[in-house]
């Protein structure tokens, strides 16, 4: 069964640093590209930042060029996110997501994780 597990959320103020992990378990982790996503209450699901499977393709969208950075260790089955210059629009419940070989904007991914939440106070 395919698990993926985030951590590292909590509760950070403005300007601030978080790292988010993702451990994947039950798949072939380096043939499933990864990705972030986040939902804030009452709103809509949206892509954060996408990683292909050898790591070499990245997408990010554009509310989080520039301070936020996705990275995997395929050894580790882990994939990361760090973000930095946080802002209170970045509070949201960030989810974790794999979609065979090919990595998308969409939300069409085949395994999520649980989420984890992430507040920034102003």
């Known amino acids: 069964q395919v698990q993926l597990v985030e951590s590292g959320g909590g509760l950070v103020q403005a300007g601030g640093s978080l790292r988010l992990s993702c451990a994947a378990s039950?798949?072939?982790?380096?043939?499933?590209?990864m990705a972030w996503f986040r939902q804030a209450p009452g709103k809509e699901r949206e892509f954060v930042v996408g990683?292909?499977?050898?790591?070499?393709?990245?997408i990010y969208a554009d509310s989080v060029k520039g301070r936020f950075t996705i990275s995997r260790d395929n050894a580790k089955n882990t994939v990361y996110l760090q973000m930095s210059s946080l802002k209170p629009e970045d509070t949201a419940v960030y989810y974790c997501?794999?979609?065979?070989?090919?990595?998308?904007?969409?939300?069409?991914?085949?395994?999520w994780g649980q989420g984890t939440q992430v507040t920034v106070s102003s």
């Open positions: 997501a794999a979609r065979w070989s090919v990595v998308s904007i969409q939300n069409n991914y085949s395994y």
């Open positions: 039950g798949l072939t982790f380096s043939s499933y590209g």
């Open positions: 990683i292909s499977g050898s790591g070499a393709r990245t």
